[in-house]
């Protein structure tokens, strides 16, 4: 076949390369085969009983990911205000101290 002698230097190099990188990824998965790992975070049972409540129906995952957005947006707004208040005490409209500024003299309107 012409395209099979005829190759370029740096397709020849790539497949060698790849080659390589192949047979070593290879290895190192017989290698690992005959350990048994858990990579779940979360437990089967747990996952089991979300799949049972939420994830057989559309409507319910859709209400799960609405709902999740919603009081996470809840929570991130409760706690973002209260930091930007806490950090902001006294320079707010709603924080400031009135009464120091009250005008005693209320004799220009004569």
Known sequence: NYFCEH??????LFRSVASVGRSS????TAQCTGQKRSMAMVPAPFL???YNVFGQRNSMYLGFIVGGCVATEFVYGNVTDSIWNSRNKG???DTIDWSKFA????????
Request: hydrophobic share 20%; proline share 4%.
């Open 7 to 12: 190759q370029h230097p740096n397709m020849t």
């Open 25 to 28: 990824l290879v290895r190192r």
């Open 48 to 50: 089991r009983a979300w």
């Open 91 to 93: 320079k707010t409209y």
């Open 103 to 110: 005008d005693d003299d209320d004799d220009d309107d004569e």
